[in-house]
């Protein structure tokens, strides 16, 4: 189908010079080297421990003919995979050339991934062969046990190269094996020649992974005709010279590392590498303009780095390949500020293109100043270079090209591109595509007749399959523009990427679709009127379940009346407006707006930060194609009018200081497509909990310090914690007015910021019944009715476990959230069975029973039915159901944690009379004066009213305990027969090493062998296994006396350098460090930008391990005379003790555990062999299934 003359589009039936094969990459590299051998090939530049180094051509051609013979000479077979352990400087680039003059395959592992991810990578490739490189190995330290233990027993290495390094001085060793000798010794003496390993347009040069977004990363093999066939056209259009002088700045370990090396390469250039040290906001610029580099590939998140700083000038950079992911306008403006003579070219392309394939330029602003100002905010992908096309393919039927503005999926057609995933048939057969628009037949015919004419066929064809009219299909959508660039706009899954955050929309919609008032709903990912890529989020209410429950909640919502009418302020008439077609956008999200909050609250104990939607749109129905499917296209987005009328009002401005205006406007820039403006910023209110996120904290934290030079305001004051306008501002203001000369700052207030937690408790109180009966435990030795709450969270499922396996076994009513009781059932099961705990005769004989509700509502949530048995069955309450969440302030918890145990005082005092037995914790007690007061030799006693805690508990969670408890211990005056139970850390299974891996003890043995170092912290621990903590729950729940508090505490308590120091006994490499020099480490972890299971353990605590760990981690000693009374007499009737205190051999055993479950590595070195664990299949798979604490608390 040839498309007309005038046509913009591309022509799928166009030849594509499939056999134009340019050579390959390494022969050119070869060539070059011999016309200008002395010409600077590689620049390591200085950094603070190493000179700057400066090899020729002549010398990488050299070294790289070296490691080439060496593998030849071992038998590495063409195509077979070499596999290098790498490091970014020469000597990848030695090692790369090396394999490729060998005619075998390059794939590197990056020493940065974990040591699973780097066997799967070993898994797939089945290499021949493995080089080390040895600044790899000495700034990361060789292969991990693990790894080295797969190559060993799984591979069949034909040779390896132990430690590949290029000498100052040029010459080139591989480390000794064996006898002791070089290895590469003897191949010196060919190091002028190449082995003269003949390779084709088909040979398979490289072996790169996929992400592995999917799943398991796929190794997809790329073809030796991609490597140099678009080289001469780039450097003709883009005026590309042997002059020029490259970055290596893409990470070592993905394809785009191979445009770093051999583009310059290809041309005769340089390429300079900088060291990891230069790789940051406020260094990267510098190193650029210093070293007067030319040209630079970048995924936009490296060119955020790259304008950190906007000084000094980048002159001399000419050109910049984006590649990666979304480039937007703001940044291209701010790199033109940076560089001013710099064109930018957005690039697209996957690695199964095996580069990137189309480009759209900007040019510089010396050449067009006002260029991108005719633009949109996001940047095209543009179109196909020589012989590429993008394809805009209509998803319904393939056979049809978009039209101009038609969104279709984008299929990249080109000779150039990968030979497909390395052992999946089925994935190639679904990516990979043969071309329906034309017959391939025909291209092969004519290139038989162009070889029968010359008369002869080049070398080469012997590795080439003849010409193959290809596409891969990229599930991203696009659309043409009128000049015939193509426009991305999406993604053809339910995956996306937003600001660095894979999401999975799919996940949102599951966890919309489980509100009980929501009836349908999708999320999409839109663009607002900022161009900003958000989450939109569109559900249909069931009206009917929503009056209803609008009805219950209308004294918290005094802004709506139940029917939907909007209740206009106090003194002025009522206006009747309801929910139906004749309102448009902005009237239906006022009148859904306690409905929305209802939902992100919901959503934020399921989802991270990043994935809560933006934007909740109320719909009354989803609009449908004519197939019935939801159209996402025709879903409207609420237009500037209607966002404004929804935004957030504007709050008191006149109350702030000069620096919380200034910082304000900071962060308004930020958060203006969260609908923000400086206007609408609270003082109080954290910058997470006003749409932030920890990207937007990265690069505020550089406007501070540059706003307000000296306060060098370190990145965990923004990216730890709650960070509010006020905290922040007086963090600037304190650093530099010290004395506090000045007047305008903030005021000193924390204690009315830290008590609105106590000024609430009356506000609790209030709602109580005046007088409670108290319930009779007189039955317990018969067995008794037990409402649980929390049963399936961590140390729920051990409260359960207790209580049931007793003689006689108790019945137990397990309260879980679920949509059915069955739902719920499974939802035990699978967290028990996780434990090693199930029994399946709890079910069975019917000791265990279901009953489904949710801690934030009226009744905790529970049926009528449920609520009647309940009422009128249950002898004994244990309200161990929390949001344990240690960054959420008091309000977010106040209806999890506070408004709970009210409902549960409640029906207490409804049906028979209960006894109430509420699991608190140490939280309660994280005050000064506690720690002043044990450090004085004062034990806490269990008696102590806590009046000492009404003001400085600086967490949301000890907050609410400390109301809960206050408001316990008035319904005990007015008759309620309660008992609290507080308990410190509370550790694994003693017995399996089953842990909590969302526990801050457990994340603190990650974080430490993740950072290869543990803090010097004399502190004690008051962590108790959770075996013990159940126990003692259910002994003062039974035979505890009524308005009493029992301390749950360790015997003895181990400290914490003696708790980390097993790391060391079992093998572990983390020498003990001052703590200061520790946290300098960890702070370097971070900024590194580690991800997936290298992320930092301890990330979601960086504000407290980075603040002032030594103390933070004060523990206040416990009297604990009550708990021991009631473990005494639980001791005598069911003959059975418990653990009182972790201990380094329980420690051993969590490890274990923790290793088994994949949550952390091995210990590579010697120590004391870890304890056997054995987890059956059964328990492995149920583990997989539950998150850090098990299921969530119900």
């Known amino acids: 189908m040839a498309l007309k003359a005038d046509d913009v589009r591309p022509d799928p039936t166009s030849d594509l010079h499939w056999s134009d094969y340019r050579g390959a990459i390494h022969e050119i590299f070869a060539e070059n080297a011999q016309k200008h051998p002395d010409r600077s090939c590689v620049v390591e530049t200085a950094s603070s421990t190493s000179p700057r180094r400066d090899f020729s051509y002549r010398t990488i051609n050299e070294a790289s003919n070296a490691v080439a013979h060496h593998l030849v000479s071992n038998g590495v077979q063409r195509g077979e995979v070499v596999m290098v352990y790498a490091y970014r400087g020469v000597d990848l680039v030695v090692a790369v050339m090396g394999v490729l003059k060998a005619g075998a395959t390059f794939s590197v592992i990056d020493p940065a991934y974990p040591p699973d991810r780097q066997i799967i990578y070993l898994e797939v490739a089945q290499p021949r062969a493995l080089i080390n490189i040895e600044k790899a190995i000495q700034d990361a330290g060789p292969l991990h046990e693990s790894v080295r233990k797969f190559i060993t027993e799984k591979l069949q290495l034909r040779t390896e190269v132990p430690a590949l390094k290029l000498q100052d001085d040029g010459s080139v060793v591989g480390g000794a094996l064996g006898s002791g000798a070089d290895c590469l010794k003897e191949q010196l003496a060919n190091k002028a020649n190449l082995p003269g390993v003949l390779v084709g347009p088909d040979s398979n040069p490289t072996l790169s992974f996929t992400s592995g977004s999917e799943g398991r990363p796929k190794g997809v093999k790329g073809r030796h005709f991609s490597l140099a066939y678009y080289f001469p056209w780039m450097s003709q259009r883009f005026n590309l010279t042997e002059k020029e002088r490259f970055t290596m700045l893409s990470g070592i370990a993905h394809d785009p590392i191979q ?115 005719k633009m949109g905010d996001v940047i095209p992908a543009g179109m ?95 659309r043409y523009m009128p000049d015939g660039n193509v426009e991305c706009v999406g993604r053809a899954d339910d995956q996306v990427k937003i600001r660095g955050f894979r999401i999975e929309l799919g996940e949102i919609d599951t966890h919309l679709s489980q509100h009980p008032l929501i009836r349908e709903n999708v999320t999409l990912v839109k663009r607002d009127h900022n161009e900003e890529q958000i989450l939109a989020s569109y559900y249909v209410p069931d009206m009917q379940k929503w009056r209803e429950w609008y009805a219950e909640q209308e004294e918290r919502a005094q802004s709506k009346a139940p029917d939907g009418t909007l209740q206009p302020a106090q003194g002025t008439p009522r206006r009747r407006v309801s929910a139906n077609e004749e309102h448009g956008l902005a009237d239906r999200m006022k009148i859904f707006e306690l409905l929305t909050s209802d939902v992100r609250e919901r959503l934020k104990k399921k ?22 499917k939801i159209d996402r296209r025709a879903l409207p987005f609420p237009a500037e009018a209607d966002l404004l009328g929804a935004m957030p009002k504007a709050v008191d401005i006149e109350s702030r200081t000069e620096t919380e205006s200034a910082l304000a406007e900071i962060w308004a820039f930020h958060l ?87 000024n ?86 019917g000791n265990l029973e279901v009953v489904i509700g949710d801690l934030e509502q009226p009744k905790l949530g529970l049926g009528d039915a449920d609520y009647k048995k309940v009422t009128e069955d249950a002898d004994l309450i244990i309200h161990n159901g929390a949001r344990v969440h240690w960054l959420m302030p008091y309000e977010n918890l106040k209806a999890a944690n506070v408004a709970s145990t009210i409902e549960a005082i409640k029906i207490c005092t409804t049906g028979k009379p209960k006894r109430l037995s509420f699991v608190s914790s140490t939280s309660a007690l994280d005050t000064d004066h506690f720690v002043q007061q044990s450090d004085a030799g004062q034990a806490v006693l269990e008696s102590d009213d806590l009046a000492s805690s009404s003001q400085g508990l600086g967490t949301g969670y000890g907050q609410s305990k400390w109301v809960s408890e206050a408001v316990i211990r008035e319904a005990n005056k007015r008759g309620l027969n309660a008992v609290i139970i507080r308990s410190g850390y509370v550790m694994g299974d003693p017995t399996n090493g089953v842990s909590n891996t969302d526990d801050f003890l457990v994340r603190m043995l990650k974080g430490c062998v993740q950072v290869g170092a543990r803090p010097d912290v004399e502190n004690t621990i008051n962590m108790v296994p959770v075996t013990g903590v159940a126990r003692l729950v259910n002994a003062v729940s039974f035979f505890g006396e009524s308005g009493q508090v029992a301390h749950v505490d360790a015997h003895p308590r181990l400290t914490f350098n003696q708790y980390l120091s ?66 005494h007499i639980d001791a005598e009737i069911t003959k059975q003790s418990c653990p009182s205190a972790v201990t380094p051999e329980a420690v051993g055993t969590y490890l274990k555990f923790l290793i088994d479950r994949g949550f952390m590595p091995p210990p ?31």
Not at 423 to 444: I, R, T
Not at 814 to 829: K, M
């Open 1062 to 1127: 097993t790391l060391q006994t079992y093998g572990y490499d983390v020498p003990l460090l001052p703590y200061d020099t520790w946290k300098q480490k960890v702070e370097r972890y971070v900024e590194a930008g580690h991800s997936g299971n290298d992320e930092l353990a301890l990330l979601g605590l960086y504000h407290m391990v980075t603040g002032d760990l030594p103390a933070a981690t004060k523990a206040p000693n416990l009297d604990d005379r009550n708990a021991q009374r009631a473990l």
């Open 259 to 373: 445009r770093d090396i051999f583009t310059p390469l290809f041309l005769g250039a340089s390429l300079i590498v900088p060291p990891a040290e230069d790789i940051t906001f406020d260094r990267l610029a510098r190193w650029a303009s210093e070293n007067e580099v030319t040209v630079t590939h970048l995924t936009p998140a490296m060119g955020q780095i790259l304008l950190g700083s906007t000084e000094p000038k980048v002159d001399s950079l000419h050109a910049a390949f984006f590649v990666g992911d979304v480039l937007l306008k703001r940044d291209c403006r701010r790199l033109q500020q940076l560089a001013p003579n710099c064109r930018i070219k957005n690039m697209y392309g996957t690695t199964e293109t095996q580069r990137a394939v189309s480009y759209y330029e900007i040019p510089s602003l010396n050449e067009d100043a006002g260029y991108l100002e």
């Open 384 to 478: 196909g270079m020589i012989d590429v096309q993008l394809l805009v393919v209509d998803r319904e039927n393939k056979e049809r090209q978009c039209e101009v503005g038609e969104i279709g999926e984008i299929y990249v057609r080109a000779g150039g591109l990968a030979e497909g995933y390395l052992g999946d048939p089925d994935k190639n057969a679904e990516k990979f595509k043969d071309n329906w628009f034309v017959n391939n037949q025909g291209w092969v015919d004519e290139d038989k007749a162009r070889v029968e004419a010359a008369g002869k066929s080049e070398p080469w064809r012997e590795q080439y399959f003849g010409p193959r009219d290809r596409m891969y299909r990229s599930g991203d959508l696009g």
């Open 760 to 845: 609430d408790l009356p506000n609790q109180i209030a709602q109580l019944p005046a007088s409670i009966p108290g319930g009779s435990m007189s039955s317990i030795e018969a067995g008794i009715n037990v409402l649980l709450t929390g049963a399936t969270g961590f140390l729920g499922a051990y409260i359960l476990n207790d209580a049931l396996m007793r003689n006689p076994p108790n019945h137990v009513y397990a309260h879980v959230r679920a949509p059915s009781p069955a739902a719920g059932l499974e939802r035990i099961r699978q967290t028990c069975t996780a434990y090693g705990l199930w029994q399946d005769w709890w079910a069975t004989e």
């Open 1164 to 1194: 590579s070195g010697k120590g004391t062999r870890l304890p056997d664990l054995k987890l059956d299949e059964k328990q492995m798979a149920a583990l997989k299934k539950i998150g850090g604490r098990g299921g969530a608390s119900s």
């Open 672 to 758: 203006k497509s969260r609908n923000h403006t400086s206007d609408t910023l609270p003082r109080d209110t954290s910058f997470y909990d006003l749409g932030g996120d920890s990207i937007m904290s990265v690069q505020i934290v550089p406007k501070i310090n540059k706003k307000w030079q000296g306060a060098n305001v370190p990145m965990s004051v923004m990216a730890g914690g709650q960070p509010t306008l006020k905290s922040v501002a007086r963090y600037i203001d304190r650093t530099l007015d010290p004395v506090g000369l000045r007047l305008d700052t903030t005021e000193e207030n924390d204690e009315q910021q830290i008590e609105h937690y106590a």
């Open 607 to 628: 989802l991270p930060t990043y994935a809560i939607p933006t934007l909740f749109i109320p719909m009354l129905r989803l609009p449908l194609t004519p197939n019935g």
